[in-house]
């Protein structure tokens, strides 16, 4: 069965750096393109970024643009998003999806979806 499972959230100060893994399982990870996903309380699930199968593109949100990262290590069967110069307005629960084919930053273009990871940032 396939599984996404996310980590690395946490609780930091504006300005402050995170890492987020996505592991999966039950899957050939190097056919999907992986996104990131996040939900602040009362708001609609929102595209943060994603990279295609084989990590040739990616694509960011404007507002994350030059701030966060996302990369990939289909050796590990994990996609990372690395966010730095963190702002409180960064506060949600942070979910990665699966899906084979072009990035998507429509959530219903997903096929698997992790739990998500709480990241809260204070002002």
């Known amino acids: 069965q396939a599984q996404l499972v996310e980590s690395g959230g946490g609780l930091t100060q504006a300005g402050g750096s995170l890492r987020l893994s996505c592991a999966a399982s039950?899957?050939?990870?190097?056919?999907?393109?992986v996104g990131w996903f996040r939900q602040a309380p009362d708001k609609e699930r929102e595209f943060v970024a994603a990279?295609?199968?084989?990590?040739?593109?990616?694509l960011y949100q404007d507002s994350v643009k030059g701030r966060f990262t996302i990369s990939r290590d289909d050796a590990k069967n994990t996609v990372y998003l690395q966010m730095s110069s963190l702002k409180p307005e960064d506060t949600g629960v942070y979910y990665c999806?699966?899906?084979?084919?072009?990035?998507?930053?429509?959530?219903?273009?997903?096929?698997?979806w992790g739990q998500g990871t709480q990241v809260t940032v204070s002002s």
């Open positions: 990279i295609r199968r084989g990590g040739g593109r990616t």
């Open positions: 039950g899957l050939t990870f190097s056919d999907y393109t």
């Open positions: 999806a699966g899906r084979r084919g072009l990035i998507s930053e429509r959530t219903t273009g997903y096929d698997y």
